[in-house]
T-cell receptor, first 113, second 117 residues
Framework: DAKTTQPTSMDCAEGRAANLPCNHS???????VYWYRQIHSQGPQYIIHGLKNNETNEMASLIITEDRKSSTLILPHATLRDTAVYYCIVRATLRVGNTPLVFGKGTRLSVIA | DTEVTQTPKHLVMGMTNKKSLKCEQHMGHRAMYWYKQKAKKPPELMFVYSYEKLSINESVPSRFSPECPNSSLLNLHLHALQPEDSALYLCASSQGLAGGQESDGQFFGPGTRLTVL
Protein backbone atom coordinates (compact mmCIF):
# COMPACT_ATOMS: atom_id res chain seq x y z
CA ASP A 1 0.00 0.00 0.00
CA ALA A 2 1.10 3.56 -0.71
CA LYS A 3 2.45 5.34 2.34
CA THR A 4 1.75 8.85 1.15
CA THR A 5 -1.21 11.23 0.98
CA GLN A 6 -1.49 13.85 -1.75
CA PRO A 7 -4.29 16.19 -2.87
CA THR A 8 -6.22 14.75 -5.78
CA SER A 9 -5.79 17.78 -8.01
CA MET A 10 -4.30 21.28 -8.18
CA ASP A 11 -4.27 24.18 -10.60
CA CYS A 12 -1.39 26.56 -11.20
CA ALA A 13 -1.08 29.62 -13.42
CA GLU A 14 1.58 29.43 -16.09
CA GLY A 15 4.81 31.10 -14.98
CA ARG A 16 3.99 30.83 -11.30
CA ALA A 17 5.52 28.39 -8.83
CA ALA A 18 3.67 25.13 -8.34
CA ASN A 19 3.87 23.78 -4.79
CA LEU A 20 2.77 20.17 -4.47
CA PRO A 21 2.42 18.84 -0.91
CA CYS A 22 2.82 15.27 0.29
CA ASN A 23 2.21 13.73 3.69
CA HIS A 24 4.24 10.69 4.72
CA SER A 25 3.74 10.62 8.47
CA UNK A 26 4.78 6.96 8.84
CA UNK A 27 8.08 7.32 6.99
CA UNK A 28 10.91 5.35 8.57
CA UNK A 29 14.57 6.15 8.88
CA UNK A 30 15.75 4.24 5.83
CA UNK A 31 13.09 5.58 3.48
CA UNK A 32 13.71 8.24 0.88
CA VAL A 33 11.09 10.52 -0.64
CA TYR A 34 10.91 10.24 -4.44
CA TRP A 35 8.88 12.32 -6.85
CA TYR A 36 7.86 11.14 -10.31
CA ARG A 37 5.45 12.60 -12.81
CA GLN A 38 3.44 11.08 -15.62
CA ILE A 39 2.39 13.13 -18.57
CA HIS A 40 -0.69 11.79 -20.32
CA SER A 41 -0.08 8.46 -22.11
CA GLN A 42 3.64 8.43 -21.31
CA GLY A 43 5.73 6.45 -18.83
CA PRO A 44 6.49 7.98 -15.42
CA GLN A 45 9.48 10.33 -15.32
CA TYR A 46 11.86 10.75 -12.38
CA ILE A 47 11.97 14.28 -10.96
CA ILE A 48 13.89 14.34 -7.69
CA HIS A 49 14.45 12.49 -4.44
CA GLY A 50 15.75 13.22 -0.94
CA LEU A 51 16.28 11.81 2.53
CA LYS A 52 16.20 14.73 4.97
CA ASN A 53 17.98 17.66 3.37
CA ASN A 54 16.35 19.94 0.84
CA GLU A 55 17.32 19.10 -2.72
CA THR A 56 17.33 21.05 -5.97
CA ASN A 57 17.97 20.04 -9.56
CA GLU A 58 17.24 21.46 -12.98
CA MET A 59 13.61 20.36 -12.80
CA ALA A 60 12.47 21.11 -9.28
CA SER A 61 13.18 21.63 -5.59
CA LEU A 62 12.23 19.28 -2.79
CA ILE A 63 11.59 20.65 0.68
CA ILE A 64 11.38 18.03 3.46
CA THR A 65 10.21 19.05 6.92
CA GLU A 66 12.56 18.53 9.84
CA ASP A 67 10.46 15.67 11.22
CA ARG A 68 10.33 14.16 7.69
CA LYS A 69 6.59 13.63 7.95
CA SER A 70 5.81 15.79 4.94
CA SER A 71 7.44 17.32 1.91
CA THR A 72 6.73 19.79 -0.88
CA LEU A 73 7.76 19.58 -4.50
CA ILE A 74 8.30 23.01 -6.04
CA LEU A 75 8.27 23.67 -9.77
CA PRO A 76 9.61 27.23 -9.78
CA HIS A 77 8.11 28.46 -13.06
CA ALA A 78 5.36 26.13 -14.21
CA THR A 79 4.71 25.77 -17.94
CA LEU A 80 1.88 24.10 -19.83
CA ARG A 81 4.19 21.12 -20.41
CA ASP A 82 4.27 20.53 -16.64
CA THR A 83 0.62 19.45 -16.70
CA ALA A 84 0.80 15.87 -15.42
CA VAL A 85 0.05 13.53 -12.52
CA TYR A 86 2.73 13.94 -9.84
CA TYR A 87 3.50 10.98 -7.58
CA CYS A 88 5.17 11.24 -4.19
CA ILE A 89 6.65 7.87 -3.19
CA VAL A 90 8.53 6.74 -0.10
CA ARG A 91 10.98 3.99 -0.82
CA ALA A 92 13.34 2.05 1.39
CA THR A 93 17.00 1.87 0.55
CA LEU A 94 18.40 -1.11 2.34
CA ARG A 95 21.91 -2.42 2.54
CA VAL A 96 20.70 -5.45 0.60
CA GLY A 97 19.07 -3.32 -2.09
CA ASN A 98 16.27 -0.96 -2.93
CA THR A 99 12.58 -1.73 -2.93
CA PRO A 100 10.49 -1.21 -6.08
CA LEU A 101 8.42 1.94 -6.45
CA VAL A 102 4.86 1.63 -5.17
CA PHE A 103 2.63 4.35 -6.61
CA GLY A 104 -0.20 6.09 -4.78
CA LYS A 105 -2.94 8.05 -6.49
CA GLY A 106 -0.84 11.17 -7.05
CA THR A 107 -1.83 14.79 -7.68
CA ARG A 108 -3.15 15.85 -11.06
CA LEU A 109 -1.53 19.25 -11.71
CA SER A 110 -3.14 21.43 -14.36
CA VAL A 111 -1.10 24.43 -15.50
CA ILE A 112 -3.39 27.09 -16.89
CA ALA A 113 -2.42 29.76 -19.42
CA ASP B 1 21.76 5.60 -24.12
CA THR B 2 19.40 6.46 -21.25
CA GLU B 3 16.23 5.03 -22.72
CA VAL B 4 13.99 2.12 -22.00
CA THR B 5 12.28 1.03 -25.20
CA GLN B 6 9.10 -1.02 -25.46
CA THR B 7 7.51 -2.75 -28.41
CA PRO B 8 4.90 -2.72 -29.71
CA LYS B 9 3.41 0.65 -28.80
CA HIS B 10 -0.11 -0.66 -29.32
CA LEU B 11 -1.44 -4.22 -29.36
CA VAL B 12 -4.92 -5.55 -29.98
CA MET B 13 -5.46 -9.25 -29.32
CA GLY B 14 -8.26 -11.75 -28.92
CA MET B 15 -8.78 -13.83 -25.83
CA THR B 16 -7.36 -16.94 -27.53
CA ASN B 17 -4.24 -15.28 -28.91
CA LYS B 18 -0.67 -15.58 -27.67
CA LYS B 19 1.43 -12.45 -27.87
CA SER B 20 4.54 -10.99 -26.26
CA LEU B 21 5.55 -7.55 -25.06
CA LYS B 22 9.21 -6.62 -25.28
CA CYS B 23 11.35 -4.24 -23.26
CA GLU B 24 15.00 -3.32 -23.77
CA GLN B 25 17.55 -1.12 -22.00
CA HIS B 26 21.25 -0.56 -22.59
CA MET B 27 22.12 1.33 -19.42
CA GLY B 28 23.70 -1.66 -17.74
CA HIS B 29 20.83 -1.88 -15.27
CA ARG B 30 20.45 -5.20 -13.49
CA ALA B 31 16.89 -4.78 -12.20
CA MET B 32 13.88 -4.69 -14.52
CA TYR B 33 10.20 -4.30 -13.76
CA TRP B 34 6.75 -4.77 -15.28
CA TYR B 35 3.89 -2.51 -14.17
CA LYS B 36 0.24 -2.51 -15.26
CA GLN B 37 -1.73 0.74 -15.42
CA LYS B 38 -5.47 0.95 -15.89
CA ALA B 39 -7.04 4.18 -17.08
CA LYS B 40 -6.90 7.00 -14.50
CA LYS B 41 -5.19 4.72 -11.97
CA PRO B 42 -1.56 4.64 -10.75
CA PRO B 43 0.84 2.01 -12.08
CA GLU B 44 0.70 -1.32 -10.22
CA LEU B 45 3.79 -3.48 -9.82
CA MET B 46 3.55 -6.91 -11.45
CA PHE B 47 7.05 -8.45 -11.57
CA VAL B 48 10.61 -7.60 -10.64
CA TYR B 49 13.73 -9.24 -12.07
CA SER B 50 17.04 -8.79 -10.31
CA TYR B 51 20.18 -10.03 -12.06
CA GLU B 52 17.99 -11.93 -14.53
CA LYS B 53 16.17 -13.84 -11.79
CA LEU B 54 12.54 -13.29 -10.85
CA SER B 55 12.59 -11.74 -7.39
CA ILE B 56 9.04 -10.41 -6.98
CA ASN B 57 5.74 -11.67 -8.40
CA GLU B 58 2.84 -9.64 -7.06
CA SER B 59 0.37 -12.54 -7.28
CA VAL B 60 -0.08 -12.01 -11.00
CA PRO B 61 -2.29 -14.56 -12.82
CA SER B 62 -0.42 -17.20 -14.77
CA ARG B 63 -1.79 -15.93 -18.08
CA PHE B 64 1.01 -13.36 -17.74
CA SER B 65 4.44 -14.99 -18.00
CA PRO B 66 7.59 -12.88 -17.66
CA GLU B 67 10.95 -13.80 -19.10
CA CYS B 68 14.37 -12.19 -18.81
CA PRO B 69 16.62 -13.70 -21.52
CA ASN B 70 19.55 -11.46 -20.62
CA SER B 71 20.36 -8.36 -18.62
CA SER B 72 19.15 -6.00 -21.36
CA LEU B 73 15.87 -7.67 -22.31
CA LEU B 74 12.59 -8.30 -20.56
CA ASN B 75 9.59 -9.98 -22.13
CA LEU B 76 6.01 -10.43 -20.99
CA HIS B 77 4.25 -13.36 -22.64
CA LEU B 78 0.48 -13.13 -22.83
CA HIS B 79 -1.93 -16.03 -23.26
CA ALA B 80 -5.67 -16.38 -22.81
CA LEU B 81 -6.12 -12.84 -21.57
CA GLN B 82 -9.43 -11.33 -20.54
CA PRO B 83 -10.91 -7.98 -21.61
CA GLU B 84 -10.22 -6.62 -18.12
CA ASP B 85 -6.51 -7.10 -18.79
CA SER B 86 -6.66 -4.21 -21.24
CA ALA B 87 -4.27 -1.59 -19.87
CA LEU B 88 -1.00 0.26 -20.39
CA TYR B 89 1.91 -2.06 -19.60
CA LEU B 90 5.02 -0.25 -18.43
CA CYS B 91 8.55 -1.56 -18.24
CA ALA B 92 11.19 0.03 -16.02
CA SER B 93 14.80 -0.58 -15.11
CA SER B 94 17.19 0.47 -12.36
CA GLN B 95 20.78 -0.18 -11.40
CA GLY B 96 19.92 -3.15 -9.23
CA LEU B 97 18.17 -4.40 -6.15
CA ALA B 98 21.24 -5.96 -4.55
CA GLY B 99 23.69 -3.49 -3.09
CA GLY B 100 21.60 -0.62 -4.31
CA GLN B 101 22.49 2.99 -3.74
CA GLU B 102 20.19 5.75 -2.63
CA SER B 103 20.31 7.37 -6.06
CA ASP B 104 18.91 4.27 -7.71
CA GLY B 105 15.89 5.69 -9.48
CA GLN B 106 13.78 3.73 -11.92
CA PHE B 107 13.68 4.62 -15.62
CA PHE B 108 10.40 3.90 -17.38
CA GLY B 109 9.62 3.08 -20.98
CA PRO B 110 6.69 4.67 -22.87
CA GLY B 111 4.52 1.60 -22.37
CA THR B 112 2.51 -0.76 -24.55
CA ARG B 113 -1.20 -0.06 -24.74
CA LEU B 114 -2.93 -3.42 -24.82
CA THR B 115 -6.53 -4.00 -25.83
CA VAL B 116 -8.06 -7.45 -25.35
CA LEU B 117 -11.21 -8.09 -27.35
Amino acid sequence: DAKTTQPTSMDCAEGRAANLPCNHSTISGNEYVYWYRQIHSQGPQYIIHGLKNNETNEMASLIITEDRKSSTLILPHATLRDTAVYYCIVRATLRVGNTPLVFGKGTRLSVIA
Amino acid sequence: DTEVTQTPKHLVMGMTNKKSLKCEQHMGHRAMYWYKQKAKKPPELMFVYSYEKLSINESVPSRFSPECPNSSLLNLHLHALQPEDSALYLCASSQGLAGGQESDGQFFGPGTRLTVL
